[in-house]
């Protein structure tokens, strides 16, 4: 099974999120990796490449990006 | 269980997250049950209550929303 991604930068509504969703979902139907984007920024450009422009982000195995409530902008996620 | 409620108004990226997303989650943990606000415009007071301001969004049932992809919000739904 390949890894779905939950990109995030550690802002409330990302922790938020995560925490809301990511326990409801199945693990016989999807493994998630999560990537702190402000702590790990050399795979912002792998985000962007995704399609992803704001955290949280879940990016699913078929290429579908579910972009959650509204966090962070890519681009402050770069600045900051 | 209380049933969670995925609000969407039958909009491209409403169907696209539904689709993504709904067949994901652990039926053990989280029952949902499906509105269409296009269609069933009586429940757009309780999703706005809720906290909805667009569609497709998950209200679950620690009363948290997640607002996924947007599609559409709610003040266009009331008009269309």
């Known amino acids: 099974m390949n890894k779905s991604v939950f990109y995030h930068a550690?802002?409330?509504?990302?922790?938020?999120?995560?925490?809301?969703?990511?326990?409801?979902?199945?693990?016989?139907?999807i493994e998630v990796e999560i990537v702190h984007l402000g702590e790990?920024?050399?795979?912002?450009?792998?985000?962007?490449?995704?399609?992803?422009?704001?955290?949280?982000a879940l990016k699913l195995t078929?290429?579908?990006v579910l972009h959650l409530n509204f966090g962070a902008s890519l681009e402050d996620v770069k600045k900051g």
Request: hydrophobic share 35%; net charge negative.
């Open 40 to 56: 790990n920024k050399a795979r912002i450009g792998e985000a962007e490449a995704a399609g992803i422009s704001s955290v949280p």
């Open 62 to 64: 078929n290429g579908h």
């Open 10 to 29: 550690g802002c409330p509504v990302c922790i938020g999120a995560e925490q809301d969703l990511l326990n409801l979902l199945d693990p016989q139907k």
